[in-house]
């Protein structure tokens, strides 16, 4: 019996060492460990990749994990990590959850590594900064500049006997398009931005001079649901007339290589500006990008600019300093951005700026072109971030939008759909 | 005659219509195998189990990942995982049964049905809980609160277990109890060997739920260096972002090689243990 | 002589005392396990489904409020509704095709062993995420699934995992190609039953399909129905394939939402770990319920060999 409790004491005992043994990971032998990560595509990730190791040659000291996955998984990824409480050193954020970051004291205010000089912002306009200020603290710096577009194969457009589209291109316009292009040669069309259908909804309303969410975060920002009927209905009819390819399967998530326009089967697909490199870069054909097109009776344009992504730095970060560094790196070493040729957007920093404009391949310099262009004119003032509910809305956006274009509902319920549960989401 | 020609012919169509089914069945595991020697592209639209030609590349890029680390981790975390918890649990549980089966102590029948209770309790209720206590006491980011739990055994395993040692004649204790045996003289020397049949099935099943374990590395490894091969397919897999479809076939396959050599290896006491305990594989 | 009673008696008891000490020696690790990683989270979960509780705050009691508010909760509908959907296709079809494969493996003929091999493979594979991966890519539009279908002229370019009536059944056939594990569990059961039953019937005149409803049915239900408790318990916690098969979301249109998924979702996503306890105490109910139901309906359709099962 003694010998019984000898076995028990030892399980016990081997349970506690693998225990002690387990606590002690990394870091103790001089060298820091940071985590980064950031949502990607493959062109991106081999690009930050690159830029990872840069970084470690000059200082080896550092040994940096990456972790990236797709956008969605991001997310689920990083609030599992939120409710961990181990979030990365270096986590890549979006405008619509850095208020929700920051309002909860999950990621750190930036103030003090600017103003120390580690992190070096020297001539960067302070329009490019706003986006990252909640209350006056720098909690995200922007990587760069975005706006909507849309982006479409010219050849396919001329192999149809279409013209290419134009800046004052109104929906109807669209539809009228994507109708002789399905006519005279069977390619169809994409509905508008399947991963998340609010961005284009949300262009759509601001054009009526309308936010998507009210100021206080508690409320939709529309009255009028029509304007979102007539955003179901157009898409609803052009999917009854075969034009645009069912939710069915444009709903699917795909990888840009597997997606409709690489394969073929669209001559158009909506993106963030700064997407139309990895876009290129999985499509052979040559592409060109313009404005989303118009409603008919728009007050103002409904393109904006978003900050494309910050970075940010979470409170649990014990190397915050040293994380601090790593992103002056990114934001301004020029053999860096000789790397990453702007593919998180068009960069803050002016002279990283013009160093990668003088040195972008064609597709990046039609994102230049692209942004100063809606930068004249063509964009409205950026609505205040999106409000903390804001995750499980844009679920229930996708889904009724999913239901409405498969006919589940029709564009009028799925419209007051959106308005009632929407509400209901928001107000909680 | 004609009745005997007839019964061949049944025979072989039996032995046709099995086989065809048969190759239905694994058609799906002959598929991501071969699509692991094609190129993307021959992998969209294509149901053909031959590839053009044999390409390794996509063991070679897949092996890499993506940054600096590579399925050379993976591997090494499943094996430490499967491993050591394997250990663990087979040899607490085969300690627990016999306490269960051979010791008439007070409380046990009421024990034991308590461990029967909690094989019908679906993890999702202590899911959350046992996140938020190993939150608390910093085991995120460990393997621990996937290893320890396992030391304490498995109420599953510990219960076939019972069952195997009352199979065993209490005969044989009771000669060792008068050759002046206690009972963990009686475990140690007479039941533990003669429940190597039982061992091996548990021991099987262990490493082949440890291997296939997803919920549990997604909840508590945050970090790339800690993942398992499960998590690791999983984000090379991540539908927005993969395009390298012959990569991840690649790594799937090597990572259903573990599973397979110990199906090959242990055959016969898998299917002894399946047939005997009503096991699920 | 009195002295002599005390005696025995206080050995006797000593005895007794040896023996609890050696059995809580010997349950003792699962018995610290149990109250630490069981019994300390059950209570907790019971408190935590009475709160909101967002993990990074501390929890708030509101009663049976997350009770309430499940009610109206139209996902939870859809997930309790794509559950059962699940279960009660996936846990018959798959005991179905065991027992058929079974009997069809259970007489002599050759190569017997090498067929239960191929058709005992998909369960010892099936788990992994490899498998769940390979079977996205399956059944997409352009996968191998439709290629299959083209060579029969039945390819409609139907994206099986994107359309919201086809997706769960992706997952059902996922479960029911594993059929297996209980495939070899009847296997094993029909193995047993004495051959002079069914002789016995054949000079009767009895038919096949006679012999395997009045014979092999009744004598393989205790095996069946330990079968049937296990599977409906795995059914209705299914996580991981449907995680991966639809990406982590649901998709599309939460057709694929299992409940241990929306559970995830509300715990892990949204932070709900109140709403997320609550609704594992619902599962609970269900599984309980469903366990239940099923013990008192054995006496009618179970039978134990020792009670003289025909």
């Known amino acids: 019996m003694k010998k019984a409790l000898l076995l028990s004491v030892l399980l016990i005992a081997v349970v506690f060492t693998s225990w002690a043994t387990g606590a002690q990971d990394g870091g103790g032998d001089g060298t820091t460990e940071l985590r980064i990560a950031w949502w990607g595509n493959p062109t991106r990730d081999e690009r930050t990749l690159a830029v990872i190791d840069m970084y470690q040659e000059v200082n080896p000291d550092v040994i940096i994990e990456p972790e990236t996955v797709g956008w969605g998984g991001y997310w689920d990824r990083i609030n599992t990590q939120v409710a961990a409480g181990s979030l990365p050193d270096v986590m890549q954020h979006d405008y619509a959850y850095l208020l929700q970051f920051a309002s909860r004291k999950q990621v750190a205010d930036m103030t003090p590594f600017v103003d120390s000089g580690i992190i070096n912002l020297d001539g960067v306009d302070e329009t490019y900064l706003s986006g990252g200020r909640v209350d006056g603290k720098l909690y995200g710096i922007s990587l760069g500049t975005n706006a909507v577009a849309m982006v479409y194969d010219p050849g396919m457009l001329k192999a149809a006997g279409v013209a290419e589209p134009t800046l004052d291109w109104t929906m109807d316009d669209f539809a009228a398009a994507a109708r002789q292009v399905f006519a005279s040669t069977g390619v169809q069309t994409v509905p508008f931005f399947t991963t998340d259908p609010k961005v284009g909804f949300e262009n759509w309303i601001r054009q009526t001079g309308y936010p998507m969410f009210d100021p206080s975060g508690k409320s939709i920002g529309f009255k009028n649901i029509s304007e979102l009927e007539a955003f179901f209905a157009l898409q609803v009819q052009l999917i009854a007339e075969g034009v645009m390819i069912p939710a069915e399967e444009s709903f699917v998530t795909l990888s840009p290589q597997e997606g409709f326009l690489a394969q073929g089967g669209s001559w158009v697909d909506f993106i963030w500006s700064n997407q139309f490199v990895s876009t290129q870069d999985a499509v052979d054909r040559p592409l060109k990008m313009t404005l989303v097109p118009a409603i008919a009776n728009g007050d103002r344009p409904g393109t904006y600019l978003k900050p494309s992504m910050f970075f940010s730095i979470p409170e649990v970060s014990e190397e915050k300093e040293e994380a601090a560094k790593f992103v002056d790196f990114f934001l301004n070493d020029p053999d860096a951005n000789m790397v990453l040729l702007g593919e998180r957007g068009v960069p803050i920093t002016p002279e990283v700026r013009e160093i990668v404009k003088a040195n972008v391949p064609g597709a990046m310099q039609q994102i230049f072109d692209f942004i100063s262009l809606v930068g004249n004119g063509y964009a409205s003032p950026i609505d205040p971030p999106d409000p903390a509910a804001s995750g499980e809305f844009l679920k229930m956006f996708r889904d009724v939008t999913m239901e409405t274009l498969m006919g589940i509902v029709t564009p009028a319920e799925g419209a007051a759909k959106v308005e009632s549960q929407g509400n209901s989401i928001l107000s909680r | ?281 | 002589m009195g002295l002599s009673t005390t005696g025995t008696r206080s050995f006797a008891a000593k005895k007794e005392l040896k023996k609890t000490i050696a059995g809580y020696c010997f349950i003792s690790p699962w018995l610290i396990g149990f109250l630490f990683f069981t019994m300390l989270p059950i209570l907790t979960s019971a408190y935590y489904s009475m709160t909101s509780y967002d993990i990074l705050d501390d929890p708030v009691f509101i009663g049976f409020g997350n009770f309430t508010s499940m009610m109206s909760d139209e996902l939870f509908w859809k997930s309790i509704k794509v559950t059962f959907t699940y279960v009660f296709f996936s846990v018959p079809l798959r005991l179905a095709f065991a027992l058929f494969v079974a009997v069809l493996l259970n007489q002599k003929a050759r190569f017997l062993r090498f067929h239960q091999t191929l058709y005992y493979l998909p369960s010892i594979l099936g788990g992994s995420i490899a498998v769940a991966v390979m079977w996205r890519r399956l059944f997409m539009a352009d996968g191998a699934f439709n290629a299959i279908l083209e060579i029969f002229g039945l390819n409609r370019g139907i994206s099986w995992i994107g359309r919201e009536d086809t997706a769960l059944m992706t997952l059902v056939v996922l479960a029911v190609w594993q059929f297996g594990s209980s495939m070899l569990i009847f296997l094993a059961g029909l193995k047993q039953i004495p051959q002079s039953y069914y002789e016995a019937a054949r000079i009767d005149g009895a038919r096949r399909d006679q012999m395997f409803f009045k014979i092999t049915i009744p004598y393989l239900s205790s095996v069946i129905f330990f079968n049937l408790i296990m599977q409906l318990i795995a059914g209705f916690t299914v996580f991981t394939q449907a995680f991966v098969v639809s990406g982590g979301s649901g998709d599309p249109l939460n057709s694929t939402l299992v409940y241990a998924l929306y559970l995830y979702q509300r715990a892990f996503k949204y932070y709900q770990m109140g709403y997320a306890s609550a609704m594992a105490w619902v599962l609970v109910l269900i599984i309980g319920t469903f366990t239940i139901v099923l013990f008192k309906s054995q006496g009618k359709w179970v039978f134990y060999e020792s009670k003289g099962g025909k």
């Open chain 2, 1 to 281: 005659m004609a009745s005997k020609s007839r019964k061949v012919a049944g025979k072989i169509l039996f032995q046709v219509l099995m086989f065809a089914f048969g190759l239905i069945m694994i058609y799906p595991i002959l598929w991501m195998i071969s699509n692991s020697f094609k190129t993307t592209n021959e992998i969209f639209g294509s149901a053909s189990l031959l590839p053009e030609k044999l390409l390794i590349d996509n063991y070679v890029r897949g092996w890499r990942y993506v940054g600096r680390l590579t399925f050379t981790q993976f591997f090494k975390n499943s094996l430490f995982y499967s491993c050591f918890s394997t250990i663990g649990v087979v040899v607490s549980s085969a300690f627990v049964a016999f306490g269960f089966a051979r010791i008439p102590f007070k409380g046990s029948k009421f024990w034991f049905a308590v461990m029967f209770l909690t094989m019908i309790l679906p993890y999702q209720v202590i899911m959350v809980p046992q996140f938020i206590i190993f939150q608390k006491i910093g085991w995120i980011n460990t393997f621990k609160p996937l290893i320890v739990p396992m030391f304490m055994g498995l109420p599953f395993f510990i219960f076939l277990m019972v069952q195997f040692i009352r199979g065993i004649p209490v005969e044989l204790d009771e000669s060792a109890w008068i050759d002046g045996c206690g009972y963990f003289a009686i475990f140690t020397r007479i039941i533990a060997p003669l429940m190597k049949p039982a061992v091996i099935t548990t021991t099987i099943f262990s490493f082949y739920w440890r291997w296939e374990d997803f919920l549990g590395p997604l909840l508590y490894l945050n970090k790339p260096k800690l993942y398992t091969v499960s998590l690791a397919l999983r984000m090379f897999s991540d539908p927005q972002t993969s395009t390298d479809w012959g990569a991840i076939f690649a790594m799937g396959t090597l990572s259903l090689i573990p599973v397979l050599a110990i199906f090959i290896a242990f055959q016969k006491y898998l299917d002894q243990g399946i047939a005997t305990t009503g096991m699920k594989g």
